[in-house]
């Protein structure tokens, strides 16, 4: 069965160090590593493009664990391969308060990590995401300088999230040959075999969505290296499919859903090495094998020097724009041309849509640099996302940089994490607010990754009209707002969606959100105003006001903005001392220092907020004694003008309830 008796022994260190590191922090999933070894070795040996002494090499294959839970597979990988920053002391740390050697492999933790998992599915969109980016790269910059393989090693569990058919089927239709899965056919997830719950025939289901499907014993080696060098070959995407034993070597509980999950417990870790034939102790590989694995982490070195010989052979225009698109980093003209732009929506006084004027931001974004690449979720027309100077990819040409990702809003986020994560494009993608619920978990992971993605979220509320409540967005601001590192911009007026769009190029620590309006909003900044000046940078800024001690201090956002106007117009008239603000990003206000914070929340007697959403997040500003104007309910279908008026959202009610008040407090 085996290959040689050193591949044993180096398939045996993975699965030593494995079960050591499990044991040690009584918690963790043996039955990944143990069963997927000998996968693992066989690829990074002999098929893997990587330098483990420069972890970060651009044109390195990218490899993703998308069972996330298999992590010691992938820490015991990353330690034998000789990556500087991981210790034995790492892997005696395992699952422990701040080691690097988390409960799941974590971005920006160690540096072989190329996406943090554990969602299941996410990793299988992650590398569909790598994949397109290389094409799109390679396209650009020619084989020479861009070429490397994609490897997704997936399970049970991800094949059944729904989120893999969504990247499967694209991966198929855009016919990503360099996409290579291992899917770890070991028929066990924690409930039980699969069979309790599924009985898809994979091997069709991949060759339906365009794949080639090569089905293997996991555990030969031969059959894995041979199922490699053709998936490499393949002119579609493949799928090798491993039939492998779950808990491999653990004569109690191979086979069964008990490795799954938990440490083999001290007597069967026990006999487990035993039967492996582990003779060393706990957390020490012995030097002959260790060194082998140090050699082969060094086997791409040559590799990496002759790309980076190739690097330095580029005319130098070329070369430069190759490492400022990798580092993502955009050229000024992008930010001179979008203060022109802005310029010119001051002085034209725009009746437009918020989506349009995002448009035209992008139109401008677009012609100026070639760094972003856009997307809708089959919303193109609505999210106004297509801006006519770029063209869609396709599988035969990825020269262009539009991506139609079909009704796969899931997939497009996680696709999005992918491309940002590989480096080379920003991305940005559209869908309706409401189907950000289709993509949250990918939102939440390019929060926690920290990745600059973009995310152009149209009809933003019941401003959206007839389609009704299915489609209205209620809590969706502030359920957005609520994930740390992400911010959600929504401007009120085509020179404030201008400059949100500025801040979020400059943004790049997290995604970006921008709700847009389908509705049109007036123009009503000024020409008077410095127009090189970002309003929107603090997240707020005083629109106008009658009085430095206000009696009302009214906030809001984007379509509500133009409510609020006209709400301080009318106080004003009435002699009634008054503020007004915008409020673009509610998260970008929370980050400025108190002083600054509490000088605006502070300011008047009385706080009002109007945003057609739900008041969650807007407690600061409230205070104890606040007026929140928004939504309780989920909306209805209706032309938008009746269901701003059937839900209180308009001026004429607003300075009711704000003198009924007055009246019964005097
Ligand atoms: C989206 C999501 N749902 C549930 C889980 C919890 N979970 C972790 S592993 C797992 C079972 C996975 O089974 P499989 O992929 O076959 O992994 P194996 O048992 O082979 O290790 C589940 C349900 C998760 N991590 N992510």
């Given at each position: ?22 044991e040690?922090?009584?918690?963790g ?62 892997l ?5 308060l ?18 943090t ?28 300088i ?10 049970d ?58 089905e ?14 053709r ?5 579609k995407?493949s ?28 007597e ?27 050699n ?8 990496r020097?002759?790309?980076e010989e190739?690097?330095?052979?580029l ?19 992008v ?28 139109q401008?974004?677009?012609e ?16 106004n ?6 063209n ?20 497009m ?22 189907f950000?619920?289709y993509?949250?978990?990918a ?40 994930i ?16 949100c ?23 009503f900044?000024?020409i008077?105003?410095?127009f090189?000046?970002?309003n929107?940078?603090?997240g707020?800024?005083l ?34 001392k008054?503020a ?9 206000f ?16 009385q706080?009002i ?21 928004g ?36």
């Amino acid at each position: 069965m085996a290959r040689s008796t050193a591949h044993q022994q180096m398939a045996n260190a993975i699965r030593a160090l494995s079960i050591d590191a499990i044991e040690e922090a009584n918690s963790g999933h043996p039955g990944l590593p143990l069963g997927m070894a000998d996968v693992a070795t066989v690829l990074f040996s002999e098929f893997l493009k990587y330098d483990a002494s420069d972890p970060h090499w651009h044109d390195r294959d990218r490899f993703v664990l998308s069972g996330g839970h298999g992590s010691m597979l992938l820490y015991s990988l990353l330690y034998l391969l000789g990556y500087d920053d991981i210790k034995i002391e790492d892997l005696k740390k395992f699952r422990q308060l701040g080691s690097k050697t988390a409960g799941h492999p974590e971005y920006g933790h160690l540096k072989g990590i190329e996406t943090t998992t554990g969602p299941l599915g996410q990793g299988v969109a992650n590398a569909v995401g790598m994949a397109i980016t290389e094409k799109m790269l390679s396209a650009r910059y020619g084989s020479d300088i861009v070429n490397h393989m994609t490897y997704v090693m997936a399970g049970d569990g991800d094949l059944m999230e729904g989120i893999s058919q969504e990247a499967i089927t694209l991966a198929g239709h855009l016919c990503l040959n360099k996409l290579i899965m291992i899917f770890d056919d070991n028929q066990i997830s924690i409930d039980g075999p699969i069979s309790k719950t599924d009985s898809t025939d994979q091997t069709k289901r991949f060759e339906a969505s365009g794949w080639e499907v090569i089905e293997i014993d996991g555990h030969n080696t031969n059959e894995i290296a041979d199922a490699l060098d053709r998936s490499i070959k393949s002119v579609k995407p493949s799928m090798i499919k491993c039939r492998t034993i779950i808990g491999y070597g653990s004569p109690n509980k191979q086979g069964t859903s008990s490795v799954h999950g938990s440490p083999l417990g001290s007597e069967e870790y026990l006999l487990t090495r035993d039967k492996l034939g582990i003779n060393y102790d706990k957390f020490s590989v012995p030097s002959e094998i260790l060194e082998e694995w140090r050699n082969i982490g060094l086997k791409g070195c040559k590799q990496r020097r002759d790309w980076e010989e190739r690097i330095q052979k580029l005319p130098p225009e070329i070369r430069d724009k190759y490492n400022s698109q990798i580092s993502g980093t955009l050229n000024q003209n992008v930010y001179k041309s979008l203060i022109e732009l802005k310029h010119d929506y001051l002085t034209t006084k725009s009746h437009i849509a918020t989506r349009k004027a995002s448009e035209i931001a992008l139109q401008c974004i677009n012609e100026n640099t070639e760094f972003l690449v856009g997307g809708s979720a089959d919303l193109t027309g609505s999210n106004n996302t297509k801006t006519h100077n770029i063209n869609e990819i396709v599988a035969e040409n990825f020269s262009g940089r539009y991506i139609h990702y079909g009704i796969r809003e899931h997939a497009m986020g996680a696709i999005m994490n992918g491309i940002s994560l590989h480096k080379g494009f920003i991305p940005y993608g559209g869908t309706f607010l409401i189907f950000s619920d289709y993509c949250r978990p990918a939102i939440r992971l390019g929060a926690l990754m920290e990745q600059h993605n973009i995310y152009v979220l149209t009809h933003d509320s019941i401003g959206l009209g007839e389609d009704g409540p299915t489609h209205q967005p209620i809590e969706h601001l502030s359920s957005l707002r609520a994930i740390p590192n992400v911010y959600v911009y929504r401007p009120a007026s085509a020179v404030e969606t201008i400059e949100c769009w500025e801040l979020i190029l400059k943004n790049k620590n997290g995604p970006n959100l921008i709700a847009l309006s389908r509705q049109n909003l007036y123009e009503f900044r000024e020409i008077s105003e410095q127009f090189n000046v970002n309003n929107c940078e603090k997240g707020i800024y005083l629109i106008k006001a009658n009085s430095d001690n206000p009696d009302y201090a009214l906030f809001a956002s984007g379509s509500e903005v133009e409510i609020a106007i006209d709400a301080y117009n009318s106080l004003t008239e009435s002699g009634i001392k008054a503020a007004i603000y915008s409020v673009p990003c509610l998260d970008l206000f929370n980050d400025q220092d108190n002083n600054f914070k509490s000088s605006i929340i502070k300011n008047a007697k009385q706080n009002i907020v109007i945003e057609a959403g739900i008041s969650q997040g807007w407690e600061k500003i409230l205070g104890d004694d606040g007026l929140f104007f928004g939504m309780s309910s989920f909306g209805a279908s209706g032309p938008y003008k009746e269901l701003y008026q059937h839900f209180g959202l308009t001026k004429d009610h607003i300075i009711d309830i704000i003198m009924n008040n007055r009246e019964i407090n005097e």
